[in-house]
């Protein structure tokens, strides 16, 4: 079976752990929520907050000037190297907090529409 991932590469606070809870309540988009992290404490609340957490980021792909692809496409890597066949894949930035379930189901509806 074929799957949708959201990816959320970084940080927590109580204002970004709201995406979290879009993703894993209302939305129904995405059959996983992935967080990509290479810190204990945060894969810790990801994982609270009712997110996956298969792997710790490696240290080559978790500094200041690593490019978003390069992390989308580890954790893609990884899921597919489990076996996970997947369909899409949508990447959560944390320093969008505003976003709203409503945004996110139109974006992916143009996805799925393209």
Known sequence: MK???AVYPGSFDPITNG??????RGLELFD???VST???EIANVAIGSGAEVP?????????DFTPTQDVVAHALDFMTAQGCEVESLCCIYPTAPLISAGEM????????NN
């Open 105 to 112: 189901r139109k974006a992916y509806e143009k996805l799925r």
């Open 55 to 63: 792997f710790m980021r490696p240290a080559e792909l978790a500094d």
């Open 38 to 40: 290479d810190s204990e």
């Open 19 to 24: 995406h979290l809870d879009i993703l894993n």
């Open 3 to 5: 799957r949708k991932i």
């Open 32 to 34: 996983k929520v992935i």
